[in-house]
């Protein structure tokens, strides 16, 4: 089951390292000033714990927004998913 709701940016944690496109993170700072975040990111929930591999751009700009949470469509997962998107 997949749930949309607002998760706190301080909990996500993000495992894979991926640089993201600065020009990218600044146009979608802009986009989410004018009309707010369009698109929710994926997250993993694992045992309660938040896990983000996707919507990087969107997750940078909105932690350079200052933003406190992000929309995000979570989906509950046992640790051997969790595991399979780290390998």
């Known amino acids: 089951m997949v749930q949309?709701?607002?998760i706190p940016?301080?909990?996500i944690k993000r495992p894979l390292y991926r640089k993201n496109?600065?020009?990218k993170v600044k146009a979608l700072m802009i986009s989410i000033q004018e009309i707010g975040?369009?698109?929710p990111i994926d997250i993993l929930e694992v045992e309660g714990e938040y896990y983000g591999f996707s919507g990087c751009h969107r997750y940078e700009a909105c932690q350079h927004l200052g933003h406190q949470t992000i929309l995000?469509?979570?989906r509950r997962a046992p640790k051997s998913v969790l595991k399979m998107h780290l390998a």
């Open 72 to 74: 995000a469509r979570v």
């Open 4 to 6: 949309t709701k607002e």
């Open 9 to 11: 940016i301080a909990q």
């Open 21 to 23: 496109d600065p020009d």
């Open 37 to 39: 975040l369009q698109e």
